[in-house]
Nanobody, 124 residues
Framework: QVQLVESGGGLVQAGGSLRLSCATS????????MGWFRQAPGKEREFVAA????????HYADSVKGRFTISRDNAKNTVYLEMNSLKPEDTAVYYC?????????????????WGQGTQVTVSS
């Protein structure tokens, strides 16, 4: 069982930055690929980024490439999403996710474990 708790969301102006964190419980964190998804009002949940269990592989949605960076610290059981050059269209609830798959695989699947989400609002 993996429990995920996100933090770091908030309100930021366009062009600004935020860093999301996802703290996990469980002794097997390092064996899971971790990812971030987001859901805007009236839209389906979409993949944002994923990182392999070792941190050696990452995968991003085209809409965030070059602006967002996913990283993890296995010693702290935490995964991060650094978001730069934020745009109003990045406004959404951001969810942390975990599963035993590849970083690319998480982009095309529904992970088995989810956090409760954290709101990110980007004002224009």
């Amino acid at each position: 069982q993996v429990q995920l708790v996100e933090s770091g969301g908030g309100l930021v102006q366009a062009g600004g930055s935020l860093r999301l964190s996802c703290a996990t419980s469980g002794r097997t964190f390092s064996s899971y690929t971790m990812g971030w998804f987001r859901q805007a009002p009236g839209k389906e949940r979409e993949f944002v980024a994923a990182i392999s269990w070792s941190g050696g592989r990452t995968h991003y949605a085209d809409s965030v490439k070059g602006r967002f960076t996913i990283s993890r610290d296995n010693a702290k059981n935490t995964v991060y999403l650094e978001m730069n050059s934020l745009k109003p269209e990045d406004t959404a609830v951001y969810y942390c996710a975990a599963d035993r798959t590849t970083a690319q695989g998480m982009g095309v699947m529904k992970p088995g474990y989810w956090g409760q989400g954290t709101q990110v609002t980007v004002s224009s």
